[in-house]
């Protein structure tokens, strides 16, 4: 079936460094692909999102790229700060379904 | 406020007693969806429906039941809980199901459930 995988499930960064989360999809049928950000106690929160027609997109710090032969995504977070700290979770949706399948997660942790 | 409300927050339960945790949207969204969140596993979708009566199986459906019979109201029916689905549910919406910002869901705050 479907499946995400999210590499690393945890990291840590100093203040001001850069964060790189990877995902790998098995289903080529996926087209949509959005990262969630969620902090302790939380819901998850839309953080930036890209489809399959697309390589890159960037909203300030926040970037994710695609590359759709090898079926990987990767959020970038540059200039990272301690309100970065939180888990992030990679999804990949199925064309014409509802169907969302999610990374397991990572835990992100900004040190000041 | 728009937003996605789920009650109860908190339940704890005894295995076999049927249960019901109610999920509404006052955004008008087509798209309404259920996950489980457990530790090292992320969020795992339980079922979804893209419209009102169209409900649909996700990863892990069996043990849950759904319903859509009004357009901002989806509740999630355990029939018979077991302790395996002990877990932090989540409810979300969403305008469509695309690939655009119409597409981004919106999660509720959470329902804690233990299952002894």
């Known amino acids: 079936g479907e499946n995400v995988e999210q590499h690393p499930s945890t990291l840590s960064v100093q203040e001001g460094d850069s964060a790189v989360i990877k995902c790998t999809y098995s289903?080529?049928?996926?087209?949509?692909f959005p990262w969630y950000k969620q902090e302790l106690g939380k819901r998850p929160q839309l953080i930036i999102d890209i489809r399959s027609n697309v390589g890159e997109k960037k909203d300030q710090r926040i970037a994710v790229t695609l590359n759709k032969t090898a079926k990987h995504f990767s959020l970038h977070i540059t200039e990272t700060q301690p309100e970065d700290s939180a888990v992030y979770f990679c999804?990949?949706?199925?064309?014409?379904?509802?169907?969302?399948?999610f990374g397991q997660g990572t835990t992100l942790q900004v040190k000041p | 406020e728009a937003q996605v409300t789920q009650n109860p927050r908190y339940l704890i339960t005894v295995t076999g007693k049927k249960l019901t945790v109610t999920c509404s949207q006052n955004m008008n969204h087509e798209y309404m969806s259920w996950y489980r969140q457990d530790p090292g596993l992320g969020l795992r979708q339980i079922y979804y429906?893209?419209?009102?009566?169209?409900?649909d199986k996700g990863d892990v459906p069996e043990g849950y039941k759904v319903s859509r019979k009004e357009k901002r109201n989806f509740p999630l029916i355990l029939e018979s809980p077991s302790p395996n689905q002990t877990s932090l549910y989540f409810c979300a919406s969403s305008l469509e199901t695309g690939t655009g910002s119409r597409n981004e869901q919106f999660f509720g705050p959470g329902t804690r459930l233990t299952v002894l």
């Open positions: 999804a990949a949706k199925v064309r014409n379904t509802g169907k969302l399948i």
């Open positions: 429906s893209m419209n009102v009566e169209v409900t």
């Open positions: 289903d080529s049928a996926s087209n949509y």
